[in-house]
């Protein structure tokens, strides 16, 4: 080929060449251009994707601990073990150490020697009831213990009581010691202060504990409405007679019967008799008016200075 001809195909060539290039560097740019956007658009999307797709921790709220309740424990009473153990002591000789009674006392009190009463000394108790205990430091106990003998002379003792931790199991320390007597208490005045003359009311106690005490008449006809109460069974006595009746309640006193709903508080000091003799007795009640004739709406036990209950 001519110099000339390769020259002309040299100059075509090179204007091609360069518009490759230039188009080469056109689709880098787009395609640059492209990917920008991409990780534009996908930006907001993977950020969305992210949390939708990560798991939601809700953390539970510890539960309440309980709220520890402490109720205080009954302590045991070690008056019934004094009690048995004195028994048995007064009831043993030193000479015969091997009897039943002496057997137990030792047991219960290992350190404690056996009395030793002449042989004109007076007779074993008819009774020996334990009527007082002091708790002392230490699981230590004083329990006061009377015997009562048949000629109706009371002797009092002090028992030294010792409880284990647990205080599951009591040991008697020490000899006991005869001591005086609890001091009667002083008393308030009786809230029945107001006297019931013969009348409704003293009628129907009468007649109500006749029922109750000797099985005469049914008990429920002088109840109120709802009340229950069975008699005594078997029937103890014979026959009852009302030997005075108090009441809290200035009502009580009336003539005549007050109107319904009315509740009066009474005491009824009755007589009772069978075949060994005549009782006095003592009832405390609630009475309540309807219809113009008082019934029976509780019978108290016990005894409470305050006239009981409202």
Not at 8 to 37: D, I, N, Q, T
Not at 82 to 93: C, E, K, M, P, V
């Amino acid at each position: 080929m001519s110099p000339g001809k390769l020259a002309s195909a040299s100059e075509a060539a090179s204007p091609m060449a360069a518009g490759a290039r230039l188009e080469a560097m056109r689709r880098r740019v787009r395609l640059s251009r492209m990917a920008v956007w991409v990780v534009i658009a996908a930006g907001p999307i993977a950020l969305c994707v992210a949390v939708a797709s990560t798991p939601t921790t809700v953390q539970a709220a510890p539960p309440a601990k309980p709220t520890a309740v402490r109720t205080a424990a009954a302590v045991p009473n070690p008056g019934g073990y004094a009690q048995l153990f004195l028994s048995a002591w007064l009831r043993s000789h030193a000479d015969d150490a091997t009897s039943a009674q002496a057997r137990l006392a030792q047991s219960m009190a290992p350190d404690v020697e056996l009395p030793d009463p002449a042989s004109a000394a007076q007779s074993t108790p008819q009774s020996v009831t334990a009527v007082r205990s002091a708790q002392r430091e230490g699981g230590a106990w004083s329990v006061t213990v009377a015997a009562q003998y048949a000629d109706g002379s009371v002797r009092y003792y002090a028992v030294p009581v010792a409880a284990d931790r647990a205080r599951a199991s009591f040991t008697v320390t020490g000899a006991p010691g005869v001591v005086a007597g609890p001091a009667r208490a002083e008393v308030a005045k009786s809230a029945y202060g107001v006297t019931v003359p013969e009348g409704d009311l003293s009628s129907a106690v009468g007649e109500f504990l006749a029922a109750y005490l000797t099985g005469a008449g049914e008990v429920d006809r002088y109840l109120a409405p709802g009340v229950t109460l069975s008699p005594v069974s078997p029937a103890p006595y014979t026959a009852v007679s009302v030997q005075q009746v108090s009441a809290v309640e200035e009502a009580a006193a009336a003539e005549q019967v007050s109107a319904d709903g009315t509740k009066v508080r009474v005491l009824a000091r009755v007589e009772a008799r069978d075949a060994d003799g005549r009782w006095p007795l003592a009832y405390e009640l609630i009475l309540k008016a309807r219809s113009g004739r008082w019934e029976v709406a509780a019978l108290e036990s016990g005894t409470s200075q305050d006239g009981g209950a409202q």
